[in-house]
């Protein structure tokens, strides 16, 4: 996953890929980063999706842009519109069903 620093980051990065996994973390929290190593494992099965993760402290208006009020909070885009979210406790085998959906589509 790749490290951003400021909300037009994050935005450049929606805008040019189709299917964008966000983290959104704070530091010192370490459910954050338990999900971010188990979403790093699961994208590398799913190439087609963008990988990204910002924290809080580095970008506080990304959290008012995406209503973001706890972290961790993962979000995918599609086409740029947010199409799924969760926060604080992520159902992988969820999130995995949900991704692969999406892949289909921008690979078909």
Do not use: W
């Amino acid at each position: 996953m790749k490290r951003l620093y400021r909300l037009n980051e994050i935005r450049q990065e929606i805008q040019h890929h189709d299917l964008v996994l966000l983290l959104i973390k704070t530091s010192g929290c370490g459910v954050c980063e338990s999900i971010q190593a188990k979403a790093a494992v699961l994208l590398q099965s799913h190439k087609a999706i963008q990988g990204i993760y910002v924290f809080m402290e580095d970008a506080p208006d990304m959290a008012a842009e995406y209503l973001v009020l706890t972290a961790p909070t993962l979000l995918l885009f599609f086409q740029g519109k947010e199409v799924y979210r969760e926060s604080r406790f992520v159902r992988f085998e969820e999130l995995e069903q949900v991704l692969a959906r999406y892949e289909e589509q921008i690979l078909d």
